[in-house]
């Protein structure tokens, strides 16, 4: 009787046993640190709204490249659950900076940012509401624009991520393209990626070969040792044949990893799609060898919010210190100039005084050129 029982209670646990693992388990995409993290998020991006940059202050900024059709659009939907605008050719025509924020009530909250307005939308009008933009920013052709259209998105579940969107890479110029277009998604691309403050998210389709990959030469360019480049690997039920070798051999220094992730299929909402992408990655006879730390986008939220946390706290010290130098010079200038004038004379007096001013540095200016002359005549 015992022995019997015995035996059903382990056969019931084998059976329990089945079942859990034929339901895929897929963490949130937000974490318990975000509380933490969100207010220097909030920080960087009212700096990057005040336009830092063009006083040669770099922020901490998540950067999304790829080829053209590699899947940067599904991977972007998948981390903020929204559709972005699809179509044949060049789609991002922008520069789009996406704020992710989670949102404890159950309603979202979108909204666009550009040319000085704040314009609100929702999840069944936002495709639409960024061509919108998009023409207004970059004219109603098929050209792009350096111009950048911010996208907030404020949504139960999202990761706290700042992220910028930059067109898809191409070679040869479709119609209605200008015949440069190569060289401007490039120029666009470099300007993003230069600096060290950048991390690169790479995104790749398995069904290529990474060392032919326009945008790995790209980031090759400028992170030679791939130290703050990660990559995304797209598609991956496509082509699992021999994909477990080209994310453990890593032939194109790719430093901070790879993440393999299941592309979004029809109709399938995001909720179905994690739990189609989790037991792709248990089942799959191939693609369930690749370490679990490395597939499914809950992974790659998780990595990027760790990512984005750990350079925000290493840069802000000194962007903080650029600022201040920046303040003080400016204060410095400002107390140069004249105070209010109450009257002619004293207006008179200003005037004389930066004339004199003025001659006095052209004159120094003269004797430096005029003794560097000499000098070289001597030689």
């Given amino acids: 009787m015992a022995g019997s029982q015995n035996k059903r209670i382990k056969t019931g646990s084998q059976q329990q046993q089945k079942e859990a693992k034929a339901v895929p388990v897929h963490p949130p995409l937000m974490f318990s640190f975000n509380e ?16 830092v940059a063009q006083e040669g202050i770099q922020l901490p ?29 060049i789609c991002t025509r922008v520069p789009l900076v996406m704020r992710l924020q989670h949102h404890p009530h159950a309603q979202p909250e979108l909204h666009l940012e550009y040319h000085g307005k704040t314009v609100p939308t929702d999840e069944t009008h936002i495709a639409e509401a960024i061509v919108s933009a998009t ?8 050209g792009i624009s350096n111009t950048p259209l911010t996208l907030v998105v404020k949504k ?31 120029g666009i691309i470099m300007e993003y990626i230069k600096p060290e403050e950048s991390i690169i998210l790479n995104v790749l389709s398995a069904t290529v070969d990474f ?20 990559a995304v690997v797209t598609k991956s039920d496509k082509a699992p044949e021999g994909l477990l070798e080209k994310v453990t051999a890593d032939d194109v220094n790719i430093g901070l990893g790879y993440i393999c992730v299941r592309n979004r299929i029809g109709n399938e909402s ?21 370490d679990e730390s ?27 210190r650029k600022i201040n130098e920046k303040l003080n010079a400016s204060i410095s200038e400002l107390n140069k100039m004249p105070q209010n004038l109450s009257c002619v004379a004293e207006a008179m007096t200003t005037v004389m005084r930066i004339i004199g001013l003025s001659k006095e540095s052209l004159s120094t200016q003269m004797r430096n050129t005029c003794t560097a002359l000499l000098g070289w005549l001597k030689c």
């Fill in 36 to 51: 933490r993290i969100r207010p220097l998020l909030d920080a960087v991006d009212k700096l990057r709204h005040l336009k």
């Fill in 61 to 89: 900024t998540i950067v999304v490249v790829g080829d053209q059709s590699a899947g940067k659009s599904s991977v972007l939907e998948s981390l903020a659950g929204i559709s972005l605008p699809r179509g044949q050719g």
């Fill in 211 to 230: 060392p032919t990959c326009e945008s790995i030469r790209m980031s090759q360019r400028v992170d030679k040792t791939g130290e703050r480049t990660l």
């Fill in 270 to 290: 995001y909720e179905e799609a994690r739990v189609e992408e989790a037991g792709l990655f248990q089942t799959h006879p191939l693609l369930s060898k690749i």
């Fill in 135 to 142: 023409d207004e920013i970059a004219g109603n052709g098929k």
């Fill in 156 to 186: 139960r579940g999202v990761p706290d991520l700042t992220m910028v969107d930059l067109p898809g890479i191409t070679r040869v110029p479709v119609h209605g393209q200008p015949e440069d277009i190569y060289e401007q998604i490039s």
């Fill in 294 to 320: 490395m597939v499914s986008v809950p992974v790659l939220a998780q990595k990027l919010v760790q990512i984005q946390a750990t350079i925000i706290s290493r840069c802000l010290p000194d962007i903080v």
